[in-house]
């Protein structure tokens, strides 16, 4: 298995595991919490793939794709934890009601 | 498979992927927030080193200042204001009077 | 009979509870197979990018590839991306809560790690922004730095006086705007949307990352903030 393989494989088990959380956890920071390793685990598997010829330098278009999300990230989750704050405040809680449609 | 990989190359890569997706699965399983953020911050700093083994030290750079850190302190920041945690402060709790106690 | 019916709809509450844990996971399993099987089976060879990139490096204005594709080939995305974080900032701002938090203090040892650090902070985020040119850095970076040292101020609670307070907005504007200007300039002078004249391209890059670094520290310090900072 190639190191590029890997850590492909990974990005992917992370993109994964962060949307199975995003769906199924009722509290806000901890859905943006999972967004944020699902796309931590997207730029892993762009990294992984851009590097995958050995011996040739790593390709530099996903390198300065995967810089441009990472500030794009990190200014939706500023965002998206104001809203959660907001909410908290207007609403009292910041858990997602459970219940099921009658 | 062209390459051959060398021990250290494969105990090492290994470490890093088994760091990653460990973190990754116990900050979503927590359900302590504080925990969970901290569990982030340390999977920050863990991915930087994954993005230099991959060859992509820009983005290792910008990971470990914007990724980890910046978004961790959002996220503490978010939490403070949210009122879960360790604080017992009650000036924090009159300047939210619609809300109820969690 | 009321125990009977009520157990009844806990059970079948506690069933559809199980059906949506397994079909999300069924779902996320599938797509983590599909993708890893995609992966698997990659060619391993690559398009004409890399060769490209590595060809047209010396008509970009500066040696690193990864700021030749940020801030020359691709130099349209990361003005927008600019764009994108100033939004964030006007969204973080117009979202704030209303109340004004009274002027806490902080603990001495914050204060004491604000003043050796600051400079060091400063002389960092200026050698990153330099040696962008020629190795790993940039604007990227250098801003997140010195956004580091604006978190410090910020949770040591210093006051801000009046003239950094009202440069603020010239502060997270001045990014976007000079990246505008050079592409207006570009264009203006009869070349296309930010085609950097040859000679001039590594100096322009350097202006506008420059800008791009300021303006990337005072937007990530007011999306830590959260609301306008008061100054006295």
């Known amino acids: 298995m190639n190191s590029f393989l890997l850590y492909a494989l990974v990005g992917i088990v992370l993109l994964g595991m962060g949307l199975y959380r995003l769906v199924m956890d009722p509290h806000l920071v901890k859905k943006i919490l999972a967004l944020n390793i699902s796309g931590a685990g997207v730029f892993l598997f762009l990294v992984a793939v851009a590097d995958r010829i050995p011996g040739a330098a790593p390709d530099p278009v996903p390198h300065a794709m995967v810089l441009t999300g990472i500030v794009v990230g990190v200014s939706a989750t500023a965002v998206a934890l104001s809203l959660a704050c907001r909410i908290k405040e207007n609403n009292g809680t910041t858990e997602l009601s459970k219940n099921e449609p009658e | 498979m062209e390459s051959l990989l060398s021990l250290n190359d494969i105990v090492f890569d290994g470490l890093l992927a088994l760091g990653l997706l460990v973190l990754a699965g116990s900050l979503l399983r927590s359900p302590d927030l504080f925990k969970a953020i901290v569990l982030f911050i340390s999977f920050g700093l863990i991915m930087s080193l994954a993005w230099v083994r991959l060859k992509a030290v820009d983005i290792a750079l910008a990971e470990a200042a914007i990724g980890a850190g910046l978004t961790g302190a959002l996220f503490l920041a978010a939490l403070s204001r949210i009122g879960r945690g360790r604080r017992k402060d009650e000036s924090k709790e009159d300047r939210r009077p619609l809300s109820e106690e969690k | 009979m009321q125990n009977n019916a009520n157990m009844n709809q806990v059970s079948r509450a506690r069933r559809i509870a199980w059906i949506r844990q397994g079909l999300a996971a069924l779902s996320v399993m599938a797509l983590t197979v599909i993708l890893g099987w995609t992966v698997w089976t990659l060619p391993p060879f690559s398009d004409r990018m890399p060769s490209l990139v590595a060809a047209n490096l010396s008509n970009s204005g500066v040696e690193n590839p990864v700021t030749a594709v940020l801030l020359n080939f691709r130099g349209y995305d990361t003005l927008l991306e600019i764009g994108v974080l100033l939004l964030a900032a006007v969204g973080v701002l117009s979202l704030a809560p209303k109340s004004d938090r009274s002027a806490e203090t902080a603990p001495a040892q914050i204060q004491i790690l604000l003043l050796r650090l600051l400079p060091f902070i400063v002389i960092v985020a200026a050698y990153l922004l330099w040696v962008g040119k020629y ?22 609670a210093v006051r801000l006086n009046h003239i950094a307070v009202k440069s603020i907005p010239i502060g997270l504007s001045i990014g976007l705007l000079t990246f505008l200007a050079v592409a207006l300039a570009t264009m203006i002078s009869g070349r296309n949307f930010l085609q950097y004249p040859l000679p001039w391209a590594g100096a322009l890059i350097l202006a506008i990352e420059a800008a791009a670094t300021i303006s990337i520290a005072v937007i990530l310090t007011i999306l830590f903030i959260g609301r306008k900072p008061d100054g006295g």
Do not use: D, I, R
């Open chain 3, 135 to 156: 190795a790993p850095g940039g604007a990227f970076q250098a801003g997140a730095v010195l956004a580091a040292g604006g978190v410090l101020l910020v949770t040591s």
